[in-house]
């Protein structure tokens, strides 16, 4: 025999192992199964059986509560009872009527064994009639079994009477007038409520094992009545005084209080033990039947059979066992000669090869051996030529990374330099000096930080870093890595090729430069024709001005033209003649012939001074209309630039911890009252879960009223607007969202105004643009708030649509990028 192959060595514990698995495993199972059939059986009867327990009792239980309250009812109707109680209620003091009526009341209780006491309680509650005589003229107003007994018939539930101490159930009916239905009284019979007990319990009896027990089925069953407020209302067989006492918690008694559903299976009772039990819910009452066996005696028969299963498995196993134990002995015997042969091939033996004349399976795995042997010899020769190819390869390889344009290099976890192809040459150093030196040792910026980064995982694969050569030129280098990781996952390597582009950054740089000079040009040129209209307005004014200036100064020199002081001669001439009396009926005809002439020409002359008047008042009213747009021009013209100078001179935030909450509030109480003039209305929506973010508060309180101001113009426009006789007033909504998962924090600017077109969104935040047709807009406003908000790496989208309305979206990170920037290296 080999020496480590025998019946108990590997392969032969295998097969004795297979051998006893595929023969006892079988047995176990159908073990198993008819233990698990003959329990579910068991638990099948039984609950069957607790189930048809529980409605037996349940419809003697209800037969009790019908019985009574038929009682009730039917006592309640009696005629005697009507006529003494109407009696009584008049002359509640006639003794003898009270004493027929006791003693009819005795006899009524005396009908039924199980009746404790039947009393009549009038209109004001008080007992007046009683079987027992101790009851009369207790005041029972309060009891519910006459407030509800006076509408109809009432069952109380399970109670202690205050005076007995007896455990009773009320019947309560009311007593009425038979003409008419007039309420007399309330009838009640008390009822023992101890027959329940006897009904769920059994009665006792004296039996010699187990003095006391109960007649149910073995030690562990009980029958028991819960009540609506969880309380046990009959005895229970392992409590002392449980009724009225103990409290039942229970699943099954849960469900029927809650949903009236009705439970049967296992279940943990009131102490605290698995039962098979079954509930019937009383619905009349609200009381919750439970009929409940112990687990452990219900499943005791099946325990013989249990045992005598095990007796028979295990003498199965023990003949398996032998048996076992002799087939593998005929099996393993045949392997030792393939242990043999699979030592000298382990050896380097190829041409041993192993003779056998078995014709089972054996003598194929005796076959299948040789032929391994041959296909063994063949692999070999093949890897023999396969090493050559590689070396060749190899040599390919190498090859190609020496004449490689690019630097491509590996480090190792530590950011080491572990190989590096001959193109660091042209940086000035060579491949045996930059062997095992950090990347750190080339890098402009050498902090430990950027291997760290480069390594780790999650770190972007491609970009840029700034590289000292030898002679300590800074070259910008596109770097570009990706980790090899072997086959547990863990990182052994990073592979990386850098393309140096410092020509190509310079070239950009040029191409930046010109860029920008065309910017410049372009915004030259919007300046030039935003300004060149209000200036093209100032001289076309001007000049009307002047030509007016010209025509009013040439009228006024027709004014001094006039001969008014020749006219003044004359009259004083006149005047003076007139002075001499002589004179006086000699020159009347003169005198008036001189007279008419003069009021002929100052006639004349007043024409035209009137004439002159109209002129010089045209013209002045054009000449203050022309004057009036040339301020307005100005004053544009000052605004634009103005507008221009701020757009030029964004100064870099201020930041500090603020609320969004209280940057609106702050903007709101300051133009809120000036919006309401103009007929609009101001609603808040502010998010209280907003948290407060880094902010320029003074800036960004110019973006929003920037945006607000727009909002309440596009408002305007449409705000006075009536359709079909109603006014229609705008709406600003300003409020605040936090989204969490993108850490944004939002500001948002709703209005309900004209909106804008499609064509016009994209163009609102370029400079001098501007949909106002009032001329009051430079185009400058949102421009500016946009720079501001970039400037707080931010973000403003807009949502628009015409005719109904704008939406401005303000987007602030709660960290800035500043703050998320990890220096790898100098860009």
């Not at 039947?118 to 008080?126: E, P, S, V």
């Not at 101890?194 to 010699?208: F, H, P």
């Not at 909002?711 to 705008?730: I, L, P, S």
Request: glycine share 8%; net charge neutral; proline share 2%.
């Amino acid at each position: 025999m080999v020496k480590g192959v025998n019946l108990f060595s590997g392969i032969g514990r295998k097969l004795l192992c297979w051998f006893l698995s595929l023969s006892i495993f079988p047995i176990m199972v159908v073990a198993i199964l008819t233990y698990q059939y003959a329990r579910e059986t068991i638990k099948n009867e039984l609950l069957n059986e607790e189930a048809f327990l529980a409605e037996g009792i349940k419809n003697h239980i209800q037969t009790i509560l019908n019985a009574g309250e038929y009682s009730s009812q039917f006592f309640a109707s009696d005629e005697f009872i009507r006529r003494h109680l109407e009696i009584l209620n008049h002359n509640p003091n006639d003794k003898r009527v009270v004493k027929k009526f006791n003693d009819y009341m005795v006899y009524k209780t005396n009908l039924n064994k199980d009746f404790y006491e039947t009393f009549i309680l009038n209109q004001a509650g008080i007992t007046i009639a009683s079987s027992n005589e101790n009851s009369i003229g207790r005041i029972e107003f309060g009891a519910d079994y006459f407030t509800y007994g006076k509408g109809g018939p009432y069952i109380k539930d399970v109670y202690r009477d205050e005076n007995t101490g007896e455990f009773s159930i009320a019947f309560a009916a009311p007593v009425l007038k038979k003409r008419g239905g007039k309420f007399l009284g309330v009838l009640v019979i008390r009822y023992n409520a101890n027959k329940l007990n006897e009904i769920t319990a059994g009665k006792k009896v004296d039996v010699k094992e187990d003095v006391g027990t109960f007649l149910r089925r073995g030690k562990t069953s009980e029958a028991y009545i819960v009540n609506e407020n969880h309380t046990m209302i009959t005895g229970s067989r392992f409590k002392e005084n449980a009724i009225l006492r103990q409290l039942v918690n229970t699943e099954p008694v849960t469900t029927a209080l809650n949903s009236g559903k009705e439970v049967v299976g296992v279940y943990k009772n009131y102490m605290g033990n698995n039962v098979i039990g079954a509930t019937r819910y009383l619905k009349k009452m609200g009381w919750v039947l439970l009929v409940e066996t112990d687990e452990s005696e219900a499943y005791s028969p099946i325990s013989t059979f249990k045992y005598r299963a095990i007796t028979v498995v295990g003498i199965c196993i023990i003949g398996v066992i032998f048996i076992s134990f002799f087939v593998s002995r005929g099996i393993i015997n045949p392997i030792i000669l393939l242990v043999n042969g699979m030592k000298r091939v382990a050896e380097g033996d190829l041409n041993f090869r192993i003779e056998s004349r078995l014709k089972d399976e054996l003598g194929e795995l005796v076959a299948s051996f040789n032929l391994m042997t041959d296909d063994i010899k063949d692999a070999r020769e093949k890897l023999l030529k396969l090493k050559t190819d590689l070396e060749e390869r190899k040599e390919y390889l190498e090859s190609i990374l020496k004449n490689a344009n690019e630097l491509i290099f590996t480090l190792d976890v530590k950011g080491n330099f572990t190989f590096i192809n001959p193109k660091i040459k042209e940086w000035g150093y060579t491949e045996i000096e930059l062997i095992g030196q950090s990347l750190t040792s080339i890098l402009l910026n050498k902090s430990q930080e950027n291997i760290d980064q480069i390594i780790h995982d999650g770190f972007r694969k491609i970009f840029e870093v700034a590289v000292l050569d030898k002679q300590g030129n800074v070259r910008n280098v596109l770097l570009s890595t990706s980790s090899v990781k072997n086959k547990e996952g863990q990182l052994t390597s990073v592979l990386g090729i850098a393309n140096d582009v410092t020509e190509l950054r310079k070239l950009e740089q040029k191409l930046v430069q010109s860029d920008r000079l065309a910017s410049i040009g372009q915004l030259v040129a919007g300046i030039a024709h935003e300004i060149n209209n209000p200036i093209g307005v100032i001289y076309l004014y001007s000049t009307e001005s002047l030509r007016l200036f010209e025509k009013v100064t040439n009228t006024l020199k027709l004014i001094s033209s006039i001969p008014l002081s020749e006219d003044t001669r004359r009259l004083n001439e006149v005047v003076a003649y007139l002075g001499r009396e002589a004179n006086i009926e000699l020159g009347k005809n003169t005198l008036r012939k001189e007279l008419l002439s003069v009021a002929d020409d100052l006639d004349k002359y007043c024409k035209e001074i009137a004439q002159i008047y109209n002129v010089i008042g045209k013209t002045r009213s054009y000449l203050h209309e022309y004057l009036e747009g040339s301020v307005k021009e100005s004053v544009r013209c000052k605004e634009l630039i103005s507008g221009l100078l701020d757009f030029s001179r964004q100064k870099k935030p201020e930041m500090n911890l603020f609320n969004a909450n209280n940057l609106v509030e702050n903007v709101l109480n300051i133009v809120e009252k000036q919006y309401r003039k103009e007929k609009i209305e101001v609603v808040r929506m502010l998010d209280p879960n907003v948290p407060d973010v880094m902010m320029d508060t003074r800036q960004m309180e110019q973006v929003i009223i920037n945006i607000t101001n727009n909002a309440v113009f596009a408002m305007k426009e449409v705000a006075g607007d009536e359709h079909f006789g109603v006014h229609r007033k705008g709406v600003l909504t300003v409020g605040t969202n936090f989204h969490a998962d993108k850490n944004l924090v939002e500001i948002f600017i709703k209005d309900t105004g004209i909106g804008i077109s499609k064509s016009d969104v994209g163009k609102i935040f370029d400079p001098f643009f501007t949909t106002r047709k009032d001329g009051k807009g430079t185009g400058l406003g949102l421009s500016i708030s946009y720079g501001i908000v970039k400037m707080h790496d931010g973000g403003i989208e807009v949502e628009s649509e015409l005719g109904r309305g704008t939406n401005f979206r303000i987007l602030l990170p709660l960290k800035s990028k500043k703050e998320h920037e990890v220096s790898v290296v100098k860009l």
